[in-house]
């Protein structure tokens, strides 16, 4: 029963980050645009929730900071594939460079290392003000992180945006016919635009929960392949956010199991342990992969009058 408990409390505490990014990633791609960026965008993130969390002491505003600094960051990508019609692809694997190598460089000219100081205050847990001196674990495993709240109700929020109101049909429609959509009067990259921006902003968020919750410092290997693993997230999770929602869930599980195993008595070599989560989602893509269907514009550029 412990290790129930405790496998829970972690796969919920890994899932959150994952469940943040994947949201990014299922609104840039409902729109048409393809966001390979999201593991850049987490990484400067991090740094940027780390940076402005130790400078003021106030967590909250360093995550809100890692969330202006992923939408940022977005901007370029949304600039290359809307405005210039770029490869999207190309553009989101420029940007996954750049994100981490510009987070380093900051970090060498703020802290003097390719490693942030320590934050003072981590995000609260969402029990975090009541007492458990006889340390019940029900109360433990309850006492989660307040970004697993927060992605949970990003998740219902963007289910209800997106198949419950007027703008949310529009990205629809804007991802899966944007000729159609443009004669209707919806201005397809006006739409495109706040999708991808909104994109980023949702994976600074995935990062800062990283530096922020979980490790509470930036390093260069904070995010460590979790975009990647977002992006395997979205199309397991058919692009839908209650999908990606599960499909992050599963994926926290394997990093629970590699926590849990690692602190056993376990004969298996950590190196082996510490490649289940990735093992998995080559695993998930290969069986999922052709079984799930993209918005029918992604990754096609569109300009008005020329298609």
């Not at 934050?119 to 970004?147: A, C, E, K, W, Y």
Request: glycine share 12%; proline share 5%; hydrophobic share 55%.
């Amino acid at each position: 029963m412990t290790n129930i408990l405790l496998a829970i409390n972690i796969t919920l505490m890994y899932s959150a980050p994952l469940i943040l990014a994947g949201l990014g990633g299922v609104i840039a791609e409902k729109s048409g645009v393809v966001n390979l960026a999201l593991e850049g965008i987490m990484t400067i993130g991090a740094f940027a929730g780390a940076l402005v969390a130790y400078t003021t002491g106030n967590p909250w505003l360093g995550f809100l900071a890692a969330g202006f600094a992923g939408g940022f960051l977005a901007c370029f990508h949304a600039i290359s594939a809307i405005t210039f019609r770029g490869n999207q692809t190309i553009s989101g694997i420029a940007l996954n460079f750049i994100g981490p190598g510009l987070a380093i460089f900051l970090s060498r000219v703020f802290f003097d290392s390719t490693m942030s100081r320590p934050v003072p205050n981590r995000l609260p847990r969402i029990l975090s003000g009541i007492d458990n001196p006889d340390n019940n674990l029900l109360l433990m495993t309850l006492n989660m992180d307040s970004t697993v709240i927060i992605a949970f109700i990003l998740t219902a929020l963007m289910y209800i945006f997106l198949y419950k109101t007027k703008w949310g049909l529009r990205v629809i429609a804007v991802g899966e016919h944007p000729e159609a959509a443009d004669t209707l009067g919806i201005n397809v990259k006006l739409i495109r635009y706040l999708c991808v921006i909104t994109s980023g902003i949702l994976a600074g968020f995935g990062g800062a929960a990283f530096s922020l919750a979980i490790v509470s410092v930036f390093t260069p290997t904070v995010i460590s392949g979790s975009g990647f693993i977002a992006l395997a997230a979205v199309i397991f999770g058919k692009w839908t956010p209650h999908g990606v929602l599960g499909a992050c869930l599963v994926f926290g599980f394997a990093q629970a199991l590699v926590v849990l195993i690692g602190a056993s008595d376990s004969q298996v070599p950590s190196e082996i342990i510490a490649m289940l989560p990735y093992i998995l989602t080559l695993t998930i893509l290969v069986l999922f992969v052709g079984k799930s269907v993209s918005p029918k514009s992604l990754g096609k550029p569109y300009e008005k009058g020329k298609r």
